[in-house]
């Protein structure tokens, strides 16, 4: 089973590197951009009947600084999601 986890900074959180994508896209020409936050995609090959509370559990104790950043857990080819 596969599984998608995203994680971005909270609210409020500085973004550098996403300033920094932002500094560069105007840079390019690219003026309609008035936001960037830049996060992380990490995917995972789990095992058959890996829940999602394990999968949480793996974003809380290593994926994700839950202080800082929120994550969301999408299964590959499953409707359920969760979020923290």
Known sequence: ???RVFVTLK???LDPQGKAIHHALEGLGFGGVNDVRAGKLIELDLADGTSDDEIAEMCRKLLANTVIE???I???GAP???DA
């Open 1 to 3: 089973m596969k599984a």
């Open 11 to 13: 609210p409020g959180v």
């Open 70 to 72: 929120n994550f969301k």
């Open 74 to 76: 999408e299964r590959q």
């Open 80 to 82: 359920a999601a969760a």
